[in-house]
Nanobody
Framework: QVQLVESGGGLVQPGGSLRLSCVAS????????MGWYRQAPGKEREWVTT???????NYADSVKGRFTISRDNAKNTLYLQMNSLKPEDTAVYYC????????WGQGTQVTVSS
């Protein structure tokens, strides 16, 4: 069983930056894939980015070049550095881990607005 807790969301102006964190309740060293998803109001949850145990990353085209995913196995933490934020990035961001089953965090709200 893995519990995931996100933090770092908030209100930011367009062009600004935020760093999201996702702390796991146990070691993430053995977790094959971790990632971030987001859900905007009235829309379905969508994939944003993933990182494997071997630190191979993939990004949705909409965030490529602006967002960076990373993981710190020693701290059991997944990060999402978000730069050059746009209003269309506004959503609840969810941390995800795949280890024998899929685990989700409770989400953290990111609002990009002037």
């Amino acid at each position: 069983q893995v519990q995931l807790v996100e933090s770092g969301g908030g209100l930011v102006q367009p062009g600004g930056s935020l760093r999201l964190s996702c702390v796991a309740s146990s070691s993430i060293f053995s977790i094959d894939v971790m990632g971030w998803y987001r859900q905007a109001p009235g829309k379905e949850r969508e994939w944003v980015t993933t990182i494997t145990r071997d630190a191979i990353t993939n990004y949705a085209d909409s965030v490529k070049g602006r967002f960076t995913i990373s993981r710190d196995n020693a701290k059991n933490t997944l990060y999402l550095q978000m730069n050059s934020l746009k209003p269309e990035d506004t959503a609840v961001y969810y941390c995800n881990a795949v280890y024998r089953r899929v685990y989700w965090g409770q989400g953290t709200q990111v609002t990009v607005s002037s």
